[in-house]
């Protein structure tokens, strides 16, 4: 059993999603969606709580958390890095992009650098193409990047 | 209302079968075996998987463009069907084919060999080289816990033990995790076995058809410790085993091979055979003593004592609540199991009327059961590290042995156990089937209860396979209420409503296994067929109705077991030895 304890607003909150959807487990999807608004993820403890609420194996709410790429279990960074793989961007090189920016932090995608300052993830479209290729750190937009740029956008923020 | 009857043609015979057949089973009923993988119904049990997921029983429907699943098409009326047209063999070879290319190639050393819904397949299908290549196998986890192999490069996620594990024993501690390539069958948070829910009843081993979830096998240790001059090796069996190891060699399922078996057990250098049933005997002095003393205080007006009572000799239903049901840890009887009771009368008792010193002694046990071999190795059944019972080996496991050993079992004369801890009655005999352990619970409570001889020893009420049965019990004027629950989600449902203060029993009696013991994790595979449990329970009542004593306490070897050693049932002695406690588990 994993040491982190939920805070006890957390749990207070997810208890009252749970209800919101009047502890229905069909409503699994919508309420791990709404839980993973509170800490921009879902830890092992708010997932058991979650299960415990509904009356159904933790196992079966880890298989949905896990099948669904949108759910994630790590916390995100306090600098969030979003590398779009859309198909504009992904013709501009953005997996060579990306891949610098796994190697200058040492983390792969779904990763939080242990500092937890930077997390890596993947996009679709963000609809920006026109600036291609693109990543979006928290609500910033950066645009026509070169692989060279990862090291100094991540410099600039530290 | 009746179903409707509806007549198809399949493969150019008309069969009439009720509207909501699936082609698959109108199949068999005329005879005709169509190829299935994922598919799994238990007829009879709630043990059931029908993803319709694998592809591999498609069949040529006229009239259908596209092939049909035949496990879950449901027949029409005038419906024509073929099962083995080229184009269903080659569709069938091609996804057998597609399911090998991300199989590792290892029948060779592969546990489930011989036994292998797959590799039957292969066989079947004549598949003589791999088309396809999947590239790298993606390695998966693989575990070893106290009783069962977990080893995910061989699954093909047919989800069999997660609809076992969850929708039949409600444990929920296996399901299928991620997506794409990466979907792996696992407890929640990727954890180990040992780490979750499991109670390692092995019911999602016994549906596997594959390698993936197998037994922790001991033959080898077993096979060093028989050549060991050394040691003395001595062994039990339980009631469930000899309805069913015949299978293994080809006899039709319930054959009581008992002599056979413990023919092969003095063959295979045991230096002695004797026989669980002895402390099932032993289990139900005790567990029948305790539940009188409960119900006798409990109708007195003693506040302190709460009803009912359950058993407690399936050590997957002890892990069960143990994790499920931590507020609920004084109700069942604190009784151990027979296997327990066998070994810690074995090592003391008979150890010290033979003189054979504790740590020479090797006591074995061959159960139906995988539950058991964690159970060997819980610290509360130890003395200074020295297990009560060494370990405890499958019906499987045995029978592989006795091939290993070039053993000729059907033409095996039958043989007797040794005494005096190979003596039981028919009541100890029952045990491996649902129901059995209140059947001769009640033979003997009645009487002690009463102090009346008991007329009709067969209550029939408690026998059969429906998930739970209830019956009353007439003791000279109190009526006596007893339940009967086999299968883990049948447990919760009864236990669920004693915590919620709905209770109408007095006792309880609750076995992991659909079926009970019979039905255990470790029995030989009953590929889907349930007649083969029947037909097993069907054995263990034949061999009750043969034996002269049917009641526990008649037992002349537990009689002299008590005025020697124990005193009587629940003395201070017995208490040490025989009684266990329990554990707040929950996750
Ligand atoms: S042994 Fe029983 S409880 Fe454990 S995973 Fe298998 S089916 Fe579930
Ligand atoms: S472990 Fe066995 S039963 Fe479970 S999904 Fe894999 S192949 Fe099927
Ligand atoms: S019912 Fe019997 S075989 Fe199944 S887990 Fe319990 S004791 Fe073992
Ligand atoms: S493809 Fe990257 S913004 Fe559209
Ligand atoms: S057996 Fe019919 S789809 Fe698997």
């Known amino acids: 059993m994993s040491e982190i304890k939920l805070p006890c607003d957390i749990i207070g909150k997810v208890n009252a999603i749970c209800s919101e959807h009047g502890d229905d487990p069909k409503e699994l999807i919508n309420i791990l969606h709404e839980a993973q608004h509170l800490m921009g993820y879902l830890p092992e403890e708010m997932q058991r709580l979650i299960a415990g609420r509904l009356g159904i194996p933790a196992s079966k709410v880890y298989g949905v958390v896990t099948f669904y790429a949108f759910f994630t279990m790590t916390a995100k960074g306090k600098y969030p890095i979003s590398v779009c793989m859309g198909t504009a961007c992904y013709v501009r090189g953005s997996e060579k992009l990306l891949e610098e920016f796994k190697r200058v932090l040492g983390i792969n995608v779904g990763e939080t650098t242990p500092d937890g300052k930077f997390s890596l993830d993947c996009l679709r479209c963000v609809g920006a193409c026109g600036l291609a290729p693109v990543v979006m750190i928290g609500d910033k937009v950066y645009g026509r990047l070169q692989p060279v740029d990862a090291r100094h956008i991540i410099e600039s923020l530290e | ?587």
């Open chain 2, 1 to 587: 209302m009746e179903p409707r009857q509806i007549t198809l043609q399949i493969d150019h015979h008309f069969v009439t079968v009720p509207e909501g057949t699936t082609i698959l089973d109108a199949a068999q009923k005329i005879g005709i075996d169509i190829p299935t993988l994922c598919h799994i119904d238990l007829k009879g049990t709630c043990i059931r998987n029908t993803p319709a997921s694998c592809r591999i029983c498609v069949v040529e429907v006229e009239g259908r463009k596209n092939l049909a699943p035949a496990c879950a098409t449901k027949c029409s009326d005038g419906m024509v069907v073929r099962t083995s047209t080229l184009r269903v063999m080659n569709a069938r070879k091609v996804v057998a084919e597609l399911i090998l290319s991300d199989h590792p190639n290892e029948c060779l050393t592969c546990p489930k060999a011989g036994s292998c819904d797959l590799q039957s397949l292969a066989l079947r299908f004549n598949i003589r080289e791999m088309p396809f290549n999947g590239g790298e196998l993606s390695p998966r986890k693989r575990e070893y816990t106290a009783s069962i192999v977990r080893n995910m490069d061989k699954c093909i996620f047919c989800r069999r033990c997660e609809s076992v594990c969850n929708e039949v024993q409600t444990v929920g501690a296996l399901g299928a995790i991620r997506r794409g390539f990466n979907t792996t069958i696992a407890p929640a948070f990727d954890k180990m076995m040992s780490e979750s829910e499991c109670t390692y009843c092995g019911q999602c081993v016994a549906v596997c058809p594959v390698g993936a979830l197998t037994e922790r096998d001991h033959t080898n240790r077993l096979v060093e410790d028989l050549a060991d001059p050394e040691k003395t090796v001595i062994v039990q069996t339980a009631p469930a085993v000899r309805a069913a190891i015949g299978e293994e060699f080809g006899l039709p399922a319930g054959t009581l091979a008992t002599g056979k078996m413990v023919a092969a057990l003095r063959e295979l250098g045991f230096d002695y055979v004797f026989d669980t049933d002895f402390a099932a005997d032993l289990t139900i002095m005790e567990e029948g003593a305790e539940m009188l003393d409960r119900l006798t205080r409990y109708l007195g007006g003693d506040k302190e004592v709460r009803l009912p009572i359950l058993t407690s000799c399936c050590p997957a239903w002890v892990n069960f609540f143990e994790h499920q049901f931590p507020d609920m840890l004084d109700i069942p009887s604190t009784a151990r199991s027979p296997q327990q009771m066998f070994g810690s009368i074995a090592k003391t008792w008979w150890a010290e009327k033979t003189g054979i010193p504790r740590e020479k002694l090797v006591v074995v046990s061959i159960m139906p059961c995988l539950a058991k071999k964690y159970e060997c190795d819980r610290d509360e059944f130890k003395t200074g590290g020295n297990p009560d019972v060494d370990y405890s080996i499958t019906t499987r496991e045995l029978a592989r042995l006795i091939k290993r050993a070039n053993i000729s079992f059907t033409l095996l004369p039958d043989m007797e156990f040794d005494m005096p801890l190979g003596a039981s009655t028919g009541a100890g005999v029952i045990f491996g089937a649902t129901g059995g352990v209140m059947e001769a619970a009640l033979r003997t409570v009645y009487e002690l209860y009463t102090g009346k001889p008991l007329g009709n020893v067969n209550f029939q009420a408690v026998r059969g396979m429906a998930g739970v049965r209830r019956a009353s019990v007439d003791l000279d004027g109190f009526e006596l209420k007893v339940g009967i629950a086999h299968g883990l989600g049948n447990a919760r449902h009864l236990l669920e409503d004693i915590r919620h203060g709905r209770n109408e029993y007095h006792a309880i009696e609750i076995m992991a296994c659909p079926g009970g013991c019979i039905g255990g994790g470790g029995q030989p595979l009953h590929h889907g067929h349930s007649e083969v449990l029947y037909a097993r329970a069907n054995a263990l009542y034949k061999e009750d109705a043969g034996k002269t004593l049917r009641k526990s306490h008649e037992n002349p070897y537990i009689k002299m077991l008590y005025q020697e050693f124990l005193g009587k049932p629940m003395s201070e002695k017995a208490e040490q030895l025989l009684h266990t406690h329990y554990f707040n588990k929950s996750c």
